[in-house]
């Protein structure tokens, strides 16, 4: 067996198919990640604040030196280390949009893709047995000669000779 060289590998590799469907995917899901991003950011997370009488999830942290900062900006600009646990709320909040997202996605791909399988119908599969135009027994579709009556049989199943006993 010939060895190859790391090079080589690497290009067979990167030429497989399924590598670059999946660099497209992570590429297509990056900016998909995006989008999601801004609704939660711009979107839903308002709307959350609206409903909850003003509460903003950026501005919930917890300052690491002890002191009471009005806002999560003006301890950062302080110098303060933070604890941004409202931060975290929106992040988990912005990743269970895009895992509904993508299960919604997988399913609605899985149901088009059973709905084309049922629309297809199997094709039949080719004959692996013939008639002994003789003795009507079957015999397998390549047979010259009949296995029960010994009669010589062409391959396409056409009476040739029948055999003296």
Not at 84 to 111: D, P, R, S
């Amino acid at each position: 067996m010939e060895k190859k060289g790391l090079v080589a590998e690497f290009k067979e590799f990167i030429m497989r198919g399924n590598v670059l469907d999946m660099a497209v995917g992570v590429i297509i899901g990056g900016a998909f990640g995006s989008i999601v991003s801004s609704l939660v950011d711009d979107v839903i997370m308002p709307i959350i604040t609206l409903i909850t009488g003003g509460i903003n999830f950026d501005n919930w942290f917890v300052a690491l030196n002890g002191q009471d900062y009005a806002t999560l900006a003006a301890a950062k600009e302080a110098g303060a280390s933070t604890l941004n646990y409202g931060v975290f709320i929106t992040k988990v909040i912005n990743f269970l949009i895009v895992a509904f997202c993508i299960f919604m996605m997988i399913k609605a791909f899985n149901k088009a893709s059973s709905l084309a399988k049922k629309n297809e119908e199997p094709a039949p599969e080719a004959p692996t047995t013939k008639v002994c135009p003789f003795c009507k027994s079957e015999i397998p579709i390549d047979a010259v000669r009949c296995g029960f009556c010994t009669s010589v049989v062409d391959p396409e199943g056409e009476k040739t000779v029948l055999a003296s006993k």
